[in-house]
Every structure is written in structure tokens, then in C-alpha cells.
């Protein structure tokens, strides 16, 4: 079955920093882009980042850039999101996403988790 | 306020054609191709449609999805109450150094 599983939400004060990670399987990781989109609680949905098959490719929104780094590790599987000098308006359920292409550009979110929540908060 | 622009609701009742609008500009749905999301209440959203018109395996052929100059459309045909969802259209957009960006949402209601 093909699965992506987030971690490392939590509660976490403004300015500080938070890891989250993303365990897929059930599939090639290596053959697809994979994403973070985010959803604050009662909105909509809201691109994060996105990161090519190989690394070579990344972008940001710009609500984030300059904040968060995305980064993935192919032998592990596994996806990651470092988000840096959160602000209250990062509170949000992170969905890591299997991308449908290779590329992160112009891709469709394919497969998505079940999210992990992120709260900023003094 | 989000770069793609739906309607925040719609609804109809069983067995009935209804469809959700995407509106654009050039820099993004009217230069890339448009995908669909279906988030049933208290899960993940869903892969629908993607490349404008295309179903995922899986994916009823009820729902369609169309696509003509800097709008984009979903329709969903013989309504069913398992329908009722929020539904996002998204794409990526040039003019933002390559962001993707969503609607906002729309709501739809089976009566």
C-alpha cells in the first residue's frame, strides 16, 4: 500500500524552530517529487514547498521562504521540512504529499497523508 | 485572498449536474493545466482531476473537468450524497518565481 506517514507537529513558541519528517513506502520514492502543503484550521489549502526526485529542483511559497528548508533522503525514504523563526500564522495540519511527476514544478499532488499539526504559540 | 478565485458554496440535490468554477489569470491557469482536490469532511483531500481533464484510477466518471482560457471548471454529474465535500481547484503560477497556488475552496451541499 502505497503511504506517507508526517511526524514532528507539535506545539512550539514563536521564533522558534520545528523538524517535521515524512516516512513514505509502498512505493519508488526516488521516481516521484515530493511536497508539504499546508491547511490553518478552518481555511483552505496552501502550497509549502516542493522538492524534485533528486534534489536538483526546490521552490517555496513565499509566505515561507527564507524560513523553511525541504530536503529529502532517498535512501531513507523519507521526507523532511525544517521550519525556522515560526510565526503564529504557521499554525497549521502539514500534509506531505507524493507528487504525480518527477518534477516539483507544475505537478499534481498525488498522494497525500493525514497531516501533522503545527501550533505557534507563546 | 487566494490567486484562484471559486465560489465559496454551491449545492444541489441527488441525481443532479453541478459544477464549481476556477478563475485565473494568464499567469497561471491560462499557462498551466489545473487540478482538482475533494476533501470529504475530517480527511486528507484527494487527488480528482489533474491535467485539467484527467482522472486518477479510482476516480468516477461523474466528475469531469474542463478548462478554457483563464478559467477552469469541475463538473459532477448524477449527484450523490458521498459528494458532499470542500473542493479546490490549483495550479502553478509563472509570475510568483513558481508557486503553486489554490482556490479557495468551495463547499458543496447535497440536499
Known amino acids: 500500500e502505497v503511504q506517507v506517514v508526517e511526524s514532528g507537529g507539535g506545539l512550539v513558541q514563536p521564533g522558534r524552530s520545528l523538524r517535521l519528517s515524512c516516512a513514505a513506502s509502498?512505493?519508488?520514492?526516488?521516481?516521484?517529487?515530493m511536497h508539504w502543503v499546508r491547511q490553518a484550521p478552518g481555511k483552505g489549502l496552501e502550497w509549502v514547498s516542493g522538492?524534485?526526485?533528486?534534489?536538483?529542483?526546490?521552490g517555496y511559497a513565499d509566505s515561507v521562504k527564507g524560513r523553511f528548508a525541504i530536503s529529502r533522503d532517498n535512501a531513507k525514504n523519507s521526507l523532511y521540512l525544517q521550519m525556522d523563526s515560526l510565526r503564529a500564522e504557521d499554525t497549521a495540519l502539514y500534509y506531505c504529499?507524493?507528487?504525480?511527476?518527477?518534477?516539483?514544478?507544475?505537478?499534481?499532488?498525488?498522494?497525500w497523508g493525514q497531516g501533522t499539526m503545527v501550533t505557534v504559540s507563546s | 485572498q487566494s490567486v484562484l478565485t471559486q465560489p465559496p458554496s454551491a449545492s444541489g440535490t441527488p441525481g443532479q449536474r453541478v459544477s464549481i468554477s476556477c478563475s485565473g489569470s494568464?499567469?497561471?491557469?491560462?499557462?498551466?493545466?489545473v487540478n482538482w482536490y475533494q476533501q470529504l469532511p475530517g480527511t486528507a483531500p484527494k487527488l480528482l482531476i489533474f491535467?485539467?481533464?484527467q482522472r486518477p484510477s479510482g476516480v468516477p466518471d461523474r466528475f469531469s473537468g474542463s478548462k478554457s482560457g483563464t478559467s477552469a471548471s469541475l463538473a459532477i454529474s448524477g449527484l450523490q450524497s458521498e459528494d458532499e465535500a470542500d473542493y479546490y481547484c490549483?495550479?502553478?503560477?509563472?509570475?510568483?518565481?513558481?508557486?503553486?497556488?489554490f482556490g479557495g475552496g468551495t463547499k458543496l451541499t447535497v440536499l
Open positions: 504529499i507524493i507528487g504525480y511527476s518527477s518534477g516539483w514544478y507544475l505537478d499534481a499532488f498525488d498522494i
Open positions: 509502498g512505493f519508488i520514492f526516488d521516481d516521484h517529487a
Open positions: 522538492i524534485s526526485w533528486n534534489s536538483g529542483g526546490i
Open positions: 494568464s499567469s497561471n491557469i491560462g499557462n498551466n493545466t
Open positions: 491535467s485539467n481533464n
Open positions: 490549483a495550479t502553478w503560477d509563472d509570475s510568483l518565481n513558481g508557486q503553486g497556488v
